[in-house]
């Protein structure tokens, strides 16, 4: 028998890991519902065609096709053929309804899109909604980066106001300031890209300009003007490109960032449109913020491209400044004018950002910021002596979980030694003994696994000693 495994890019989560992940999660709720926003879920299989085209042309290589049903049925010859046709639509990121129709879903903000259209006259615009569910990725494994992973989302859908943008960025303020993670969140505007390409003479090569300059911070200058070249964007425009990206990159306030984008997008009316979002929005920020203290950083940075196709406006990304960390975004999201227009419901603007929780699990840990409360495990065990004792152990376990107090019973009446090796091991602090001669005198030995001492109490005493 092989050993067993799971699938590379997965990973399975002990208690302990759970118990954190759920307070990443409860913060970030709590969060939602203070700023009004409701919570939905979507499968987690969406038909293919409400996935593919949506991401990029990167993007729709790492969306995991589901397999049709149905294989068994066919001939041997049959089925080499279709496998065959399979795994060309692997290696070429094309489908074949044949083949497939159905794949796993790649991230929660086109499902949303999806689910407003199929909902839109049930739900209240603009509507506020999040979303805590696993998405999947078929890409390459490694430290932060899961072929399996948890995305938590919040959006608006049905205002094109600016005020949405600010309270997103709040919202991210928020919730790394209670995680205690120094972040920089980073924003920038798809527009003042679309004026970049303006300004270039290449306005029909925006996704190639951005999935170029969104390699930025991994290739380096050099990296991406090769990636410009194999994209066919002539060289005499990369002096444009770099013009812009040495002017702003050392400038830390978004005021003075403002004035040199003003200027310089001046002969381009959607780079100027650009700005002016990038303006507004911060103003309404500063506003939001204004008795607030703010301890993490948000600044502009013109380089920040986010290769999703579907945004189009304001765009943002988070990223830890620890030097202790060495990882990549764990948030990010952006404006989308017209991503239900996709399926056929126009003119509904929405915007949206999204916590990578995996990663800031990962951030969280290597920092060591988890609080201890967290560790919610058993509080209490009572020996099983078995007999009459036994009964008199349920009784007071039934006392102590009434009391609200994480108990449970040893379930054989086992050896001492092997009773009290199992409280060891799962870290339990209060072992209660009910003997004979306590349970004729209504009492329980309680013993302290951490200060090593013992006592005979009552059942009333043990719950306060316990609980205080």
Not at 61 to 66: A, Y
Not at 84 to 96: G, H, I, L, R, V
Not at 355 to 377: A, K, M, N, S, W
Not at 437 to 462: D, P, W
Request: glycine share 6%; proline share 3%; charged share 25%.
């Amino acid at each position: 028998m092989s050993k067993p495994s799971i699938p590379q890019g997965t990973r399975d989560f002990s208690p302990l890991v759970v118990q954190r992940r759920q307070y990443i999660l409860n913060t970030l709720k709590n969060i939602f519902e203070i700023y009004g926003f409701q919570p939905i879920e979507t499968p987690a299989m969406e038909n293919l065609s409400t996935l593919t085209g949506k991401y990029g042309e990167e993007g729709d290589r790492l969306i995991f096709k589901i397999l049709n049903n149905g294989l068994h049925e066919q001939t041997d010859e049959r089925k080499i053929l279709r496998f065959k046709e399979w795994e060309k639509m692997q290696n070429q990121a094309y489908s074949s309804t044949e083949i497939t129709e159905r794949a796993l879903r790649y991230d929660l903000t086109i499902p949303f899109a999806r689910y407003v259209v199929m909902n839109q006259n049930d739900i209240a615009l603009p509507f506020r909604r999040y979303q805590m569910q696993p998405v999947w990725r078929a890409d390459r494994p490694q430290k932060g980066r899961y072929r399996e992973f948890w995305q938590c989302d919040a959006d608006v859908v049905g205002s094109n106001s600016l005020i949405n943008e600010a309270e997103l960025f709040c919202i991210y303020q928020s919730a790394f300031e209670a995680f205690k993670v120094p972040v920089n969140i980073k924003i920038n505007s798809r527009k003042i890209l679309a004026g970049l390409a303006d300004l270039c003479g290449i306005p029909n090569q925006l996704t190639d300009l951005t999935i170029a300059l969104d390699k930025l911070d991994k290739i380096g200058w050099d990296g991406v003007m090769a990636e410009l070249t194999t994209r066919n964007i002539p060289t005499e425009h990369f002096y444009i490109i770099a013009d812009i990206i040495n002017n702003t990159k050392n400038i830390t306030d978004n005021t003075k960032i403002i004035l040199v984008l003003k200027d310089f997008f001046k002969s381009s009316s959607i780079g100027s449109a650009g700005v002016q979002e990038l303006e507004t929005a911060l103003n309404y920020y500063s506003q939001l913020a204004n008795n607030k203290k703010i301890t993490n950083n948000i600044t502009i940075d013109v380089t920040l491209a986010r290769g999703l196709n579907y945004y189009t406006g304001i765009i943002v990304e988070v990223v830890c400044t620890h030097p202790q960390v060495k990882m990549g975004s764990i948030g990010g999201g952006g404006r989308y004018d017209d991503l239900t227009g996709l399926f056929g419901l126009k003119g509904i603007s929405g915007v949206g950002v999204s916590f990578g929780i995996d990663r800031i699990y990962d951030v969280i840990e290597e920092l060591q910021l988890f609080p201890t409360h967290v560790e919610t495990g058993t509080q209490a065990l009572i020996l099983n002596f078995g007999g009459e004792n036994e009964t008199y152990s349920l009784q007071i376990l039934q006392q102590l979980r009434n009391a609200k107090i994480r108990a449970e019973i040893y379930p054989e009446a086992s050896k001492f030694d092997k009773q009290m090796k199992y409280a060891n091991k799962r870290g339990i602090t209060y072992i209660l003994l009910p003997g004979d001669e306590e349970r004729k005198n209504n009492k329980v030995s309680l013993k302290n696994f951490v200060t090593s001492t013992q006592e005979l109490v009552t059942i009333e005493e043990c719950i306060a000693a316990i609980t205080l």
